[in-house]
């Protein structure tokens, strides 16, 4: 067994306590990101948890925390993204929207299923770990991904799910449903 | 409503946490507010602050000026009926409202029921004061719970009493033997199950947030701190000097809310608080309604 992997949370607002007992159940250590001085620890993977997008990026803005995050995201530091997390990790949002962090090449649309009566659960393939449950609340989903880029789960033709390089960006919320398995694959990536 | 459906609006709430829900009453606000980052907005027609002013019946807003508010923004939007007003709550549902706070700040429509919210697809938040209050709610489908508060006053007393009433009941049934659960059921007129959730894990089955009377960046803390998970503020924000300024203070005091100096810097040079009436003062306690 090697030594126990340390994991920080984005923890400005949102579901990010439900992605910390994951990471802890699964025998991780978590530390939570509220401020810059938060940023400077050491830790070998990054969460960016549900929420609500416009929220975490203005707060990531206003607590100089964006610009040293994406230095350390486009230097390799593996970052899983849900939801909001997806949001701000993408390069592009649809609908003319700017983008927070923007260091993961794909178009996000916000909002694409709807209001909260377009919220739902479902089983679908994911790639490399097979059927696992979904759930999207006021979900985005990936509009287009540039090359490099690889597709890791689709539902009714739409992308949820995308990894590119250290980064893992998924439209719906693995930390709500007991499927542990992407939690499990983004530790492993954790070095 | 499915089990299903009420487990995604349980989960709704779950996002919203670490956030300020904010009382707006025009797109404009909603939009101020919006970039001061609230994680939602509540639209209503005029805010508690002015509902106490005016006296008076006071009921659920303008579907148009609800949709006005929707169309202004990306963030969730919530919208008030009253007490027991199972039409203005369809209503809200037809109109795809996020939430609807079935509200003591409204004139109650139903003095002894309150709205079947199973019945419903959208979620509810219900104001509550205490444990018992919190559990009726929820099993009568709120998937998430506020502090009820004393909405319109600037006043924090009571939404600290509450939140402090709350506590103090979930950690008593915390500490009781499972044989004893069965007459605390009978007691708060709740079901066993609900009161077994409470015993068995330390808290509520849904999310709950602080509301009524928060008006500054501290008054946000120190909810945060006696265990809210986030924070509505109503009159707090566009009754005050410098509405932007004061928004964006308590987004980020209800973020860092235990650092005391953040804390010190972010409740600078706010310009005015809202007046604010001291609960003494005032005739007309919005908490009595509906438990």
């Given at each position: 067994?090697?030594?126990?992997?340390?994991?920080?949370?984005?923890?400005?607002?949102?579901?990010?306590?439900?992605?910390?007992?994951?990471?802890?159940?699964?025998?991780?250590?978590?530390?939570?990101?509220?401020?810059?001085?938060?940023?400077?620890?050491?830790?070998?993977?990054?969460?960016?948890?549900?929420?609500?997008?416009?929220?975490?990026?203005?707060?990531?803005?206003?607590?100089?925390?964006?610009?040293?995050?994406?230095?350390?995201?486009?230097?390799?530091?593996?970052?899983?993204?849900?939801?909001?997390?997806?949001?701000?990790?993408?390069?592009?949002?649809?609908?003319?929207?700017?983008?927070?962090?923007?260091?993961?090449?794909?178009?996000?649309?916000?909002?694409?299923?709807?209001?909260?009566?377009?919220?739902?659960?479902?089983?679908?393939?994911?790639?490399?770990?097979?059927?696992?449950?979904?759930?999207?609340?006021?979900?985005?989903?990936?509009?287009?991904?540039?090359?490099?880029?690889?597709?890791?789960?689709?539902?009714?033709?739409?992308?949820?799910?995308?990894?590119?390089?250290?980064?893992?960006?998924?439209?719906?919320?693995?930390?709500?449903?007991?499927?542990?398995?992407?939690?499990?694959?983004?530790?492993?990536?954790?070095? | 409503?499915?089990?299903?459906?009420?487990?995604?609006?349980?989960?709704?709430?779950?996002?919203?946490?670490?956030?300020?829900?904010?009382?707006?009453?025009?797109?404009?606000?909603?939009?101020?507010?919006?970039?001061?980052?609230?994680?939602?907005?509540?639209?209503?027609?005029?805010?508690?602050?002015?509902?106490?002013?005016?006296?008076?019946?006071?009921?659920?807003?303008?579907?148009?000026?609800?949709?006005?508010?929707?169309?202004?923004?990306?963030?969730?939007?919530?919208?008030?009926?009253?007490?027991?007003?199972?039409?203005?709550?369809?209503?809200?549902?037809?109109?795809?409202?996020?939430?609807?706070?079935?509200?003591?700040?409204?004139?109650?429509?139903?003095?002894?029921?309150?709205?079947?919210?199973?019945?419903?697809?959208?979620?509810?938040?219900?104001?509550?004061?205490?444990?018992?209050?919190?559990?009726?709610?929820?099993?009568?489908?709120?998937?998430?719970?506020?502090?009820?508060?004393?909405?319109?006053?600037?006043?924090?007393?009571?939404?600290?009493?509450?939140?402090?009433?709350?506590?103090?009941?979930?950690?008593?049934?915390?500490?009781?033997?499972?044989?004893?659960?069965?007459?605390?059921?009978?007691?708060?007129?709740?079901?066993?199950?609900?009161?077994?959730?409470?015993?068995?894990?330390?808290?509520?089955?849904?999310?709950?947030?602080?509301?009524?009377?928060?008006?500054?960046?501290?008054?946000?803390?120190?909810?945060?701190?006696?265990?809210?998970?986030?924070?509505?503020?109503?009159?707090?924000?566009?009754?005050?000097?410098n509405p932007k300024k004061r928004a964006a203070a308590i987004v980020q005091a209800v973020t860092n809310y235990q650092d005391s100096r953040m804390l010190a810097e972010l409740s600078e040079d706010l310009g005015e608080a809202m007046v604010g009436i001291n609960e003494q003062e005032i005739a007309l306690l919005m908490a009595e309604r509906g438990v």
């Amino acid at each position: 067994m090697g030594a126990v992997k340390k994991i920080a949370v984005l923890s400005v607002q949102g579901a990010f306590a439900e992605q910390e007992k994951r990471i802890e159940d699964l025998g991780a250590e978590c530390i939570e990101i509220r401020q810059k001085a938060d940023l400077m620890q050491d830790f070998d993977g990054m969460i960016l948890p549900g929420g609500e997008s416009t929220v975490q990026g203005k707060l990531l803005t206003e607590l100089g925390m964006l610009e040293p995050l994406r230095d350390r995201i486009r230097s390799g530091l593996p970052v899983l993204g849900t939801c909001a997390g997806l949001i701000l990790l993408a390069g592009e949002l649809g609908g003319g929207e700017h983008g927070w962090l923007g260091t993961l090449p794909v178009r996000v649309r916000r909002n694409a299923y709807g209001r909260q009566l377009g919220s739902f659960h479902v089983r679908e393939v994911f790639q490399g770990i097979g059927r696992i449950p979904m759930t999207f609340i006021r979900a985005p989903y990936v509009e287009s991904v540039t090359e490099g880029v690889e597709i890791l789960a689709t539902v009714d033709n739409r992308i949820v799910a995308v990894r590119y390089a250290n980064q893992i960006g998924i439209a719906f919320h693995p930390e709500l449903d007991e499927d542990e398995s992407i939690h499990k694959m983004f530790l492993s990536i954790c070095l | 409503m499915s089990e299903e459906r009420y487990v995604l609006n349980k989960q709704l709430a779950q996002m919203l946490k670490g956030g300020v829900i904010m009382d707006v009453t025009t797109p404009q606000q909603a939009q101020i507010a919006q970039e001061a980052g609230a994680c939602a907005v509540m639209a209503l027609e005029r805010i508690p602050a002015d509902i106490r002013a005016a006296g008076g019946v006071s009921r659920m807003s303008d579907p148009k000026m609800i949709k006005g508010i929707q169309e202004a923004v990306s963030i969730p939007v919530m919208a008030k009926c009253r007490i027991g007003h199972f039409v203005e709550a369809q209503i809200l549902e037809a109109i795809e409202i996020d939430y609807i706070d079935e509200s003591e700040v409204l004139s109650p429509a139903d003095d002894v029921y309150h709205i079947d919210k199973r019945a419903f697809r959208v979620p509810f938040v219900c104001g509550a004061k205490d444990l018992g209050e919190a559990l009726r709610r929820i099993n009568e489908g709120a998937s998430m719970i506020r502090t009820k508060g004393e909405p319109g006053t600037g006043d924090v007393v009571q939404a600290v009493r509450h939140m402090r009433r709350m506590n103090s009941e979930i950690a008593r049934i915390t500490s009781m033997r499972t044989d004893e659960l069965y007459e605390e059921a009978k007691q708060l007129s709740v079901p066993f199950a609900l009161v077994e959730y409470v015993h068995d894990n330390g808290r509520l089955p849904v999310v709950n947030f602080a509301a009524g009377g928060v008006a500054t960046p501290a008054d946000a803390a120190l909810m945060m701190q006696l265990g809210a998970e986030g924070v509505f503020v109503g009159s707090g924000i566009f009754k005050s000097g410098n509405p932007k300024k004061r928004a964006a203070a308590i987004v980020q005091a209800v973020t860092n809310y235990q650092d005391s100096r953040m804390l010190a810097e972010l409740s600078e040079d706010l310009g005015e608080a809202m007046v604010g009436i001291n609960e003494q003062e005032i005739a007309l306690l919005m908490a009595e309604r509906g438990v």
